[in-house]
């Protein structure tokens, strides 16, 4: 029966030349990967879209639900990651809430693959 030969590891240190620091941190990863998530929902799209055709400005989430066929509670649920993500701006005005996009934000959204 032949045995195979044993193999020694490389030992040429400069094909192996150790990852440096990460570009991004992880506060920064985290961020981003915030407004991602909050991008990958169809309904949130649609949201965002919403806002940004309204002519005033700014939508009230009253007006947001019929055209989502979704009920009050999740449209606003889906405003909120849209908020927390720093996409949309709430004001609340006696029993509603008004949503706009904040000034630069999708600019910025755009621009987050090209700062990796």
Not at 20 to 32: D, H, R, S, T, V
Not at 42 to 55: D, F, G, M
Not at 65 to 94: N, Y
């Amino acid at each position: 029966m032949n045995s195979l030969p044993i193999l020694e590891p490389a030992t040429d240190e400069a094909c192996c030349t150790p990852a440096g620091m990460p570009a991004l941190g992880a506060e920064e990863a985290k961020q981003k990967a915030l407004v991602f998530k909050a991008l990958a929902d169809p309904n949130r799209l649609r949201l965002l879209s919403i806002v940004k055709a309204e002519a005033s400005g700014e939508s009230c989430v009253c007006d947001l639900t019929e055209p989502l066929d979704l009920g009050q509670p999740t449209v606003s649920h889906h405003l909120k990651i849209l908020v927390d993500a720093g996409l949309l701006h709430r004001e609340k005005r006696g029993t509603w809430a008004y949503y706009s996009l904040v000034p630069g934000a999708l600019e910025q959204t755009a621009g987050l693959l090209a700062t990796l």
